[in-house]
Nanobody, 124 residues
Framework: QVQLVESGGGLVQAGGSLRLSCAAS????????MAWFRQAPGKEREFVVA???????DYADSVKGRFTISRDNAKDTVYLQMSSLKPEDTAVYYC??????????????????WGQGTQVTVSS
């Protein structure tokens, strides 16, 4: 099993910044993609961004240019730097892991392991 623990959520004013972290532990894989999803109240969970084992990235249009994902493979940790936050970014943010074959794979679905989520609230 893989355990994912997110941290860094909180309350911030519109235009502000937050940095989320997600550390993986437990079973390890030779290579895997990591991603962030979010779920706002009353809405379905949506894809935010993914990063491949080698560092390739794929962003949802709604966060492109404002959010930056990065990872430290030595620490099995993924980070999400969020800037220019908007009230519509308010949601519970989840990190996820998917074992992959290709090092450049940045899937938007099919993730196997999920964290418990961290709340991000952006006030107007």
């Amino acid at each position: 099993q893989v355990q994912l623990v997110e941290s860094g959520g909180g309350l911030v004013q519109a235009g502000g910044s937050l940095r989320l972290s997600c550390a993986a532990s437990g079973r390890t894989f030779s290579r895997y993609a990591m991603a962030w999803f979010r779920q706002a109240p009353g809405k379905e969970r949506e894809f935010v961004v993914a990063i491949s084992w080698s560092g390739s990235t794929d962003y949802a249009d709604s966060v492109k240019g404002r959010f930056t994902i990065s990872r430290d493979n030595a620490k099995d940790t993924v980070y999400l730097q969020m800037s220019s936050l908007k009230p519509e970014d308010t949601a519970v943010y989840y990190c996820a892991v998917k074992p992959t074959i290709a090092t450049i794979s940045t899937p938007r679905s099919g993730y196997t392991y999920w964290g418990q989520g961290t709340q991000v609230t952006v006030s107007s």
